[in-house]
């Protein structure tokens, strides 16, 4: 029998060739139809629909689709047309690329390298541009000693490939296992030592106290306090940490003796989890309104915010509950880090510190922007903070210059610490600083000492690093970024810190805003793109672990790229090139989805629960005839259900694209009326360039469909409770939430509207296409075909018009998916988990990672912060 020989796959080129070979001059025809195109990016369905237009004959158009040639065009993602060239990206399978060129004149196929495609596309912008000494970004060579999965399936699962990777190495080398002697051995908090003390110098030592310790705990209650034999234990090495009782502190030793003995990856996570590391924790979200009141549906002010509060009630139960099993006697501290707007519009964005309801123990700490003009008091966009957070982040010294002309002490010391807020210098301890320096002064002045002619005082104007010291008394345990500019600040705080830094995109700029890489220059007056992609680009390579709501946040589907997958390759013509930007397959990639707040967001089902009070204002909010700038439209039939949906108004949310959805399909009209929550409704209240877009979109399409009869528009509305009681109003008229985006990283409201059991229509691109099962606990549409989403939607009220249970079916298919995937419970125990596994990964794996900061800090000063100097710095109004 002949032994049967591996088989290379065909590459790219050879598809490409053998087609050309066998289907010439289907094939020429095909590509001669995209040159004439002309110059240019052809998208997917471009290069998928010449094909209907090349092969009117379907038999010789399956020919060709089923061959290899098919194959390429139905895994490309995009064609460059430069006459007679066409280059082709191909993603055969999620984060693997590969990049072909067909001369069309002389028929001749080369396959290219990353640098070379990117090149071949800079040529878009400028043809004459042959500069062969461009910048290219690579952080491949970094990351080649490191271990990574290479299967699709493992992308966003890196605690568990790590969990592996460690434990394997682990049962086969065990000089592996010193690293966790010495990380148990470095733990302490405030200088006092947990876990282990210096009696155990070896791993040895430490299998034979463990088994010391076993014996001894064995014989006692399993409810015993732990500190009934905190002597003995100490005796023999072990500090706290290990549990509060004897029954967890066995629990903790039989993991350890376990992972000792044979290693495995579930025992690993488990023990690494329960270890106490995260006391302080620091999240940093420096742009829009970041408060509890008042907020939602200001500029830059959503999802986000509400993602963040709920978080950190979750975070401080978990980490209370965590800590109270660890045996210890330590209070946890968050503190959310935010900026500062004196000017607050009716907002507690200008108090420093506020406690976030709920909790205990986190706080919204708010530092202000400053630049050289001073403090800056009004709101920003999220597109302009660039220039002000490096000073945000770090801390400077200023000395400022306070003359009096005779002067009682009392009355300087009064002056000074009444205009410190106004300079910016916000902590309550520097009252006692002016003071001291105050009495300092009067030691040296010979004069009267009550009366003060000059007085100089050198101040530190203090920045995020500083106040986060002064808050916690301590450095952070763990630090998460979230989105853009909190990623940024973060990497620059645990750079500086030494701390385990976690980051959350929420959503990434780039995908939303297709060819905002090749041609940023036109974009970059109003978005500052050049400053916002390289900032991503530092942050997510500096980042210890990266945690997103789903998959296809990282890598996408089978045909669509992911946000962060487009990061892999890019090109910015004329400042730098990315050929290899981020690796989706590296470990520190999680999935780990939020839910919603639950005592807000729970099923319309639960009577006792409502809140029946807030009936009467939801009813006036929906049915008022009064036409205001809180509400306008009427549903004149009331016994119809609802359509309904609530988001921020800009482009990609697409709200107006739902109204025109509607507006344009009579049969849906006559089935529900419509209601919209969304940003303001008179255009002179908006400062933000889109909604004001938007708005004005809005009116146009009312008016021009005649809509007034069968929809209500209703500005954004920031009271959580009554928004939560709003979702099972909507359910009680057996309607449905829509949320329509072009792309939703994640998508909050399709979880909250789940959350209270109203079946949920929502986009297909992004995040709600793996919250939904479609068909089962809701249905996904396509925002881009909207005619066939207005007759999916024409047909669920149709058939729960003839069959009531068909809605309730759906409903009860939401609920459940949610409890099976979508609590903040589920996701707090993940994320701290994580911690503790990515905290001691850093720690064995820090000389590697050094060298990868330091190739990041060179880009960060050389290239970042020069872009930085093209963003205009914001000025306030002369007063």
């Given at each position: 029998?002949?032994?049967?020989?591996?088989?290379?796959?065909?590459?790219?080129?050879?598809?490409?060739?053998?087609?050309?070979?066998?289907?010439?001059?289907?094939?020429?025809?095909?590509?001669?139809?995209?040159?004439?195109?002309?110059?240019?990016?052809?998208?997917?369905?471009?290069?998928?629909?010449?094909?209907?237009?090349?092969?009117?004959?379907?038999?010789?158009?399956?020919?060709?689709?089923?061959?290899?040639?098919?194959?390429?065009?139905?895994?490309?993602?995009?064609?460059i047309?430069?006459?007679?060239?066409?280059?082709?990206?191909?993603?055969?399978?999620?984060?693997?690329?590969?990049?072909?060129?067909?001369?069309?004149?002389?028929?001749?196929?080369?396959q290219?390298?990353?640098?070379?495609?990117?090149?071949?596309?800079?040529?878009?912008?400028?043809?004459?541009?042959?500069?062969?000494?461009?910048?290219?970004?690579?952080?491949?060579?970094?990351?080649?000693?490191f271990?990574?999965p290479?299967?699709?399936?493992?992308?966003?699962?890196?605690?568990q490939?790590?969990?592996?990777?460690?434990?394997?190495?682990?049962?086969?080398?065990?000089?592996?296992?010193?690293?966790?002697?010495?990380?148990?051995?470095a733990?302490?908090?405030k200088?006092?030592?947990?876990?282990?003390?210096?009696?155990?110098?070896?791993?040895?030592?430490?299998?034979?106290?463990?088994?010391?310790?076993?014996?001894?705990?064995?014989?006692?209650?399993?409810?015993?306090?732990?500190?009934d034999?905190?002597?003995?234990?100490?005796?023999?090495?072990?500090?706290?940490?290990?549990?509060?009782?004897?029954?967890?502190?066995?629990?903790?030793?039989?993991?350890?003796?376990?992972?000792?003995?044979a290693?495995?990856?579930?025992?690993?996570?488990?023990?690494?989890?329960?270890?106490?590391?995260?006391f302080?924790?620091?999240?940093?979200?420096?742009?829009?309104?970041?408060?509890?009141?008042?907020?939602?549906?200001?500029?830059?002010?959503?999802?986000?915010?509400?993602?963040?509060?709920?978080?950190v009630?979750?975070?401080?139960?978990?980490?209370?509950?965590?800590?109270?099993?660890?045996?210890?006697?330590?209070?946890?501290?968050?503190?959310?880090?935010?900026?500062?707007?004196?000017?607050?519009?009716?907002?507690?964005?200008?108090?420093?510190?506020?406690?976030?309801?709920?909790?205990?123990?986190?706080?919204?700490l708010?530092?202000?922007?400053?630049?050289?003009?001073?403090?800056?008091?009004?709101?920003?966009s999220?597109?302009?903070?660039?220039?002000?957070?490096?000073?945000?982040?770090?801390?400077?010294?200023?000395?400022?210059?306070?003359?009096?002309?005779?002067?009682?002490?009392?009355?300087?010391?009064?002056?000074?610490?009444?205009?410190?807020?106004?300079i910016?210098?916000?902590?309550?301890?520097?009252?006692?600083?002016?003071?001291?320096?105050l009495?300092?002064?009067?030691?040296?002045?010979?004069?009267?000492?009550?009366?003060?002619?000059?007085?100089?005082?050198?101040l530190?104007?203090?920045?995020?690093?500083?106040?986060?010291?002064?808050?916690?008394?301590?450095?952070?345990?763990?630090?998460?970024?979230?989105?853009?500019?909190?990623?940024?600040?973060?990497?620059?705080?645990?750079?500086?810190?030494?701390?385990?830094?976690?980051?959350?995109?929420?959503?990434?700029?780039?995908?939303?805003?297709?060819?905002?890489?090749?041609?940023?220059?036109?974009f970059?007056?109003?978005?500052?793109f050049?400053?916002?992609?390289?900032?991503?680009?530092?942050a997510?390579?500096?980042?210890?672990?990266?945690?997103?709501s789903?998959?296809?946040?990282?890598?996408?589907?089978?045909?669509?790229?992911?946000?962060?997958?487009?990061?892999?390759?890019f090109?910015?013509?004329?400042?730098?090139?990315?050929?290899?930007?981020?690796?989706?397959?590296?470990?520190?990639?999680?999935?780990?989805?939020?839910?919603?707040?639950?005592?807000?967001?729970f099923p319309?089902?639960?009577?006792?629960?409502?809140?029946?009070?807030?009936?009467?204002?939801?009813?006036?909010?929906?049915?008022?005839?009064?036409?205001?700038?809180?509400?306008?439209?009427?549903?004149?039939?009331?016994?119809k259900?609802?359509?309904f949906?609530?988001?921020?108004?800009?482009?990609?949310?697409?709200?107006?694209?739902?109204?025109e959805?509607?507006?344009?399909?009579?049969?849906?009209?006559?089935?529900?009326?419509?209601?919209?929550?969304?940003?303001?409704?008179?255009?002179?209240?908006?400062?933000?360039?889109?909604?004001?877009?938007?708005?004005?979109?809005?009116?146009d399409?009312?008016?021009?469909?005649?809509?007034?009869?069968?929809?209500?528009?209703?500005?954004?509305?920031t009271?959580?409770?009554?928004?939560?009681?709003?979702?099972?109003?909507?359910?009680?008229?057996?309607?449905?939430?829509?949320?329509?985006?072009?792309?939703?990283?994640?998508?909050?409201?399709?979880?909250?509207?789940?959350?209270?059991?109203?079946?949920?229509?929502?986009?297909?691109?992004?995040?709600?296409?793996?919250?939904?099962?479609?068909?089962?606990?809701?249905?996904?549409?396509?925002?881009?075909?909207?005619?066939?989403a207005?007759?999916?939607?024409?047909?669920?009220?149709?058939?729960?018009?003839?069959?009531?249970?068909?809605?309730?079916?759906?409903?009860?298919?939401?609920?459940?998916r949610?409890?099976?995937?979508?609590?903040?419970?589920?996701?707090?125990?993940?994320?701290?988990?994580?911690?503790g596994?990515?905290?001691?990964?850093?720690?064995?794996?820090?000389?590697?990672?050094?060298?990868?900061?330091?190739?990041?800090?060179?880009?960060?000063?050389?290239?970042?912060?020069?872009?930085?100097?093209?963003?205009?710095?914001?000025?306030?109004?002369?007063?």
């Open positions: 029998m002949a032994t049967p020989k591996l088989a290379r796959l065909p590459s790219i080129r050879d598809r490409v060739e053998d087609t050309l070979s066998a289907h010439r001059n289907e094939l020429v025809s095909l590509l001669s139809r995209y040159v004439a195109q002309g110059k240019g990016i052809l998208q997917p369905h471009t290069l998928l629909d010449e094909i209907d237009h090349v092969f009117p004959d379907d038999e010789a158009k399956e020919m060709l689709s089923s061959g290899p040639f098919g194959e390429v065009i139905k895994s490309a993602q995009e064609a047309i430069l006459p007679p060239f066409v280059a082709i990206a191909v993603r055969p399978r999620p984060g693997v690329w590969e990049y072909v060129r067909v001369n069309v004149f002389e028929l001749s196929v080369e290219l390298t990353v640098s070379e495609y990117l090149g071949f596309k800079e040529a878009l912008v400028n043809e004459q541009a042959q500069d062969r000494f461009v910048l290219e970004l690579d952080f491949e060579p970094f990351n080649a000693s271990p990574r290479n299967r699709s399936s493992s992308i966003g699962n890196g605690v490939f790590l969990n592996r990777h460690l434990s394997s190495s682990m049962f086969r080398n065990k000089d592996c296992l010193e690293p966790l002697l010495d990380f148990l051995r733990h302490k908090y200088g006092r030592g947990l876990m282990l003390n210096d009696r155990i110098q070896s791993i040895s030592r430490l299998q034979s106290a463990l088994a010391k310790a076993e014996d001894y705990l064995s014989k006692l209650p399993p409810e015993t306090p732990y500190s034999s905190e002597y003995v234990l100490q005796g023999m090495g072990f500090e706290r940490g290990w549990g509060d009782t004897v029954e967890r502190v066995l629990e903790m030793i039989h993991l350890l003796l376990d992972i000792l003995q290693p495995d990856p579930s025992t690993l996570e488990t023990f690494l989890g329960r270890i106490p590391m995260v302080n924790v620091v999240i940093l979200s420096p742009h829009g309104y970041f408060g509890q009141a008042n907020v939602l549906g200001l500029p830059d002010t959503g999802g986000q915010v509400v993602y963040i509060l709920d978080q009630r979750a975070l401080e139960k978990e980490m209370l509950s965590r800590i109270q099993k660890q045996g210890l006697d330590v209070t946890p501290k968050i503190l959310i880090v935010t900026r500062l707007i004196p000017d607050a519009k009716g907002t507690t964005c200008n108090q420093r510190l506020e406690r976030v309801s709920g909790t205990e123990h986190t706080h919204i708010r530092v202000p922007f400053r630049s050289e003009k001073g403090i800056l008091r009004k709101w920003i999220r597109f302009d903070v660039w220039p002000y957070l490096e000073t945000f982040a770090e801390f400077h010294h200023v000395c400022t210059t306070i003359v009096f002309s005779n002067l009682h002490l009392s009355q300087a010391a009064f002056s000074i610490t009444a205009m410190l807020p106004a910016g210098c916000c902590s309550p301890s520097l009252r006692d600083f002016v003071n001291s320096a009495t300092l002064h009067l030691l040296s002045w010979p004069a009267n000492p009550c009366l003060l002619p000059l007085f100089v005082v050198p530190h104007l203090s920045d995020v690093a500083s106040e986060i010291a002064a808050e916690l008394q301590a450095l952070p345990d763990f630090i998460i970024g979230n989105y853009s500019d909190g990623n940024l600040v973060a990497s620059l705080l645990a750079y500086k810190m030494g701390v385990t830094q976690c980051t959350i995109a929420h959503a990434l700029e780039k995908t939303k805003y297709p060819d905002s890489d090749i041609y940023w220059e036109k970059d007056e109003k978005y500052h050049s400053c916002q992609f390289t900032a991503d680009l530092i997510m390579n500096n980042a210890d672990f990266i945690i997103t789903t998959y296809q946040e990282i890598a996408g589907t089978k045909n669509t790229v992911g946000q962060y997958e487009s990061h892999t390759a090109t910015l013509p004329g400042l730098y090139r990315v050929v290899h930007g981020i690796d989706v397959f590296d470990p520190k990639f999680n999935i780990v989805s939020p839910g919603a707040d639950m005592s807000i967001y319309y089902s639960e009577k006792k629960k409502r809140l029946t009070a807030l009936h009467d204002s939801i009813e006036k909010l929906l049915y008022d005839p009064e036409q205001n700038d809180e509400h306008i439209g009427m549903l004149n039939d009331r016994s259900p609802i359509i949906s609530m988001a921020r108004l800009d482009r990609v949310k697409n709200i107006t694209g739902l109204v959805l509607y507006a344009k399909n009579d049969k849906l009209r006559e089935l529900v009326n419509l209601v919209v929550v969304a940003g303001y409704i008179d255009v002179k209240k908006s400062k933000d360039r889109e909604e004001i877009s938007e708005i004005e979109k809005m009116h399409l009312i008016k021009n469909y005649s809509l007034h009869g069968q929809f209500r528009w209703i500005a954004a509305q009271n959580r409770a009554r928004n939560g009681e709003l979702y099972r109003y909507i359910a009680d008229t057996r309607g449905v939430f829509v949320q329509p985006a072009f792309y939703e990283a994640f998508g909050l409201t399709v979880v909250e509207a789940m959350t209270c059991g109203l079946p949920t229509f929502a986009t297909c691109h992004g995040g709600p296409a793996e919250i939904i099962e479609h068909g089962i606990s809701g249905f996904h549409i396509d925002p881009y075909h909207p005619d066939q207005a007759s999916l939607m024409v047909d669920f009220f149709q058939q729960s018009k003839e069959d009531p249970s068909h809605w309730k079916k759906i409903s009860d298919g939401g609920l459940q949610i409890y099976e995937r979508y609590t903040w419970k589920i996701y707090s125990e993940r994320l701290m988990t994580l911690a596994v990515y905290g001691f990964w850093k720690y064995v794996s820090k000389l590697e990672r050094r060298e990868t900061r330091r190739y990041l800090e060179m880009f960060y000063i050389l290239k970042f912060r020069d872009l930085v100097k093209s963003v205009p710095i914001a000025s306030d109004d002369p007063h």
